[in-house]
């Protein structure tokens, strides 16, 4: 069975730093790339970064501008999202999700699998 689980979200001052991690099972890790998502109430599910198969290449959206770092451990078969800087406008639930597409994708559609998600609020 196909498992994405969340973890490391949480509250967090503005200017602070969390690292999320997403602990994948169920299938061949490393065959896949993996991306992070976020949603805010009311908007749409936005891209934040993702990494290719090996690690070797990794996406970010434009409005990362340096803060996040996207990572992977094919022998632990998680991917991490280590956040910082955070803003209030951060704040949001936190998806990963499992792509074949392999450098990675920022197309939301081009992605098979997805995590439940955690909350990430960062207080002003």
């Known amino acids: 069975q196909v498992q994405l689980v969340e973890s490391g979200g949480g509250l967090v001052q503005a200017g602070g730093s969390l690292r999320l991690s997403c602990a994948a099972s169920?299938?061949?890790?490393?065959?896949?790339?993996m991306g992070w998502f976020r949603q805010a109430p009311g908007k749409e599910r936005e891209f934040v970064a993702a990494?290719?198969?090996?690690?070797?290449?990794?996406l970010y959206g434009d409005f990362v501008k340096g803060r996040f770092t996207i990572s992977r451990d094919n022998a632990k078969n998680t991917v991490y999202l280590q956040m910082n800087s955070l803003k209030p406008e951060d704040t949001a639930v936190y998806y990963c999700?499992?792509?074949?597409?392999?450098?990675?994708?920022?197309?939301?559609?081009?992605?098979?699998?997805w995590g439940q998600g955690t909350q990430v609020t960062v207080s002003s």
């Open positions: 169920g299938w061949t890790f490393s065959t896949y790339a």
């Open positions: 999700a499992a792509s074949t597409v392999v450098g990675g994708t920022q197309n939301k559609d081009e992605y098979d699998y």
């Open positions: 990494i290719s198969r090996g690690g070797g290449r990794a």
